[in-house]
């Protein structure tokens, strides 16, 4: 329900189906959005955070700042320094004090 481009082939959630870093935000008995992060292993290595998404309809309301918080304060106190996002969508990022340090293209090509 997130309506994210299929980038990834079908059954790619199942894999989140086992225990890892990851925050989700719930309102009752509804998922409203989910956000993952990877501690730096050692922690002079750089962490990793996202994927991030939330419901269309709960965009604009700071969930997904929340969880990005939530995320980085465990990365803080797991040691982490430096994280990097990827797929990221940029805006997102920038408001909450993040800086670009590389671009890349994904191209698509239908045969």
């Known amino acids: 329900r997130v309506e994210l481009p299929q980038w990834f082939g079908e059954g790619w959630e199942k894999g989140w189906q086992k225990p890892r870093n990851t925050v989700v ?3 009752g008995d509804e998922i409203l959005g989910f ?3 990877s ?4 922690p002079e290595a ?5 994927s991030i998404g939330t ?7 700071g969930i997904g700042t929340c969880m990005m918080d939530v995320c980085m304060a465990r990365l803080k106190d797991a040691g982490t320094k430096r994280t990097i996002a ?8 920038l408001k909450s004090g993040w800086t670009v340090t590389r671009e890349f293209a994904v191209f698509e090509k239908h045969v």
Do not use: D
């Not at 501690?39 to 050692?42: C, D, G, I, L, Q």
């Not at 419901?55 to 309301?61: M, V």
């Not at 990827?86 to 990022?93: E, I, V």
């Open 39 to 42: 501690p730096a292993r050692p």
């Open 35 to 37: 956000s993952s992060y």
């Open 86 to 93: 990827k797929w990221a969508n940029t805006p997102f990022y």
């Open 25 to 27: 935000a719930i309102r």
């Open 55 to 61: 419901l269309p309809s709960e965009r604009g309301k």
């Open 46 to 50: 750089i962490g990793g955070f996202g």
